[in-house]
């Protein structure tokens, strides 16, 4: 029996091992990983002895949590390095001795005195996991797209942008923080908004838009003489007295419709200016309720958690909606672009069966919080 758990667990070392490089580019001596590795195992039982930490059953430190504190220890303090540099740190006693009593240390701290939070999911909940299938299988669908169109390959990664972000609140609700899944809801709602207006838009609104860019970035720039010129003369041309309005959403100016209706229907923010070209002026009203929670207020201590769940999940739905309904047409539009061709027409008939997964996991979670 020994000697099969031996081969398991020099199986996960060899894996978890192979898995973080693949992940970070980042790719050590496997021999001097696996000693700090068998080292951290001793330290770790003498450092929860010490400090009289009695573990429950399925508890300790799995195998492939120790290899991966070890792994990215290591990795943070000399992947920088030039190799000879590195591989001399590796020879340092003194090196060794503080990596080993520094990730025990970790260990004990991050995964026995951390203080447990009761979460309304998991990330291996239903909802969680059709939220992350649906990102996951469009990033895969993207990341086919080759070419020289820059407005293609701009897109592409706006696109790849937004679905991260989605991964991520939905990470955030899988840990039990959905006040800040609501905050990054806002942020994703805000792209999801710039994507609708460009996807609308030709090549040159693309280009007046990364044009735009640059204002945002002016400090330290070589060019920041001309970049102000340039802000001075557009915003006076337009109209345009506040400069930050101009600097944050000046570029929908060349949106059609936009100047002409300025100052009347719209204006150079967001719930009148971005948010209502994009369509979405429905939502403000969600939109305004996460604001509310970006600057530490009563709401953030009298709402129930199970309501900020609640309200992130249904946004969160309508946002992917929203975006996946864009992948479709950009899809269409470049198909020629993909690498794989065959797998854009099946994304065409298929990803709306995992947005009704998303929308039946909804109605459950209507159910179970009704009173949310």
Sequence with gaps: MSEFIGRMEESIFEAQLARYSRLSGFSPDPAFIRAMYEQVKVRYLEELKRRNIRLRALDGARLDEIVGYVFYYHRFNVSHLPPATAAKAEADERYRAALVRDVAVYIVINEHLNVEKLSNTSEYSPEI??????????LYLLGAFRGEDARMNGINNLFKKALVTIKSVVHLLAAGNSCDAVILWRHLHELECVLSVLCRGDDELFFRYVRHMEYLNMEGNPRAEELEKRLHEESKAYGVKERNAFVNYGWL???????EGFGKEYRLNFKDGLQKMAGQSARHAAYASASKILHPSAWVVAIRDDRFYKFTNFELA???????????GYVQRYRGNS???AECDNYLRTVDGYLQTIAHNNRIISVKYAGA
Excluded: H, Q
């Excluded at 100016?253 to 100047?259: A, L, N, T």
């Excluded at 309508?318 to 479709?328: D, G, H, Q």
């Design 129 to 138: 996991a059709a939220f992350n299938m649906a990102c996951s299988y469009s």
């Design 253 to 259: 100016v060349y949106v059609p419709g936009f100047r």
């Design 318 to 328: 309508r946002s992917l909606a929203n975006i996946v309904a864009l992948i479709k």
């Design 339 to 341: 690498r794989m061709p």
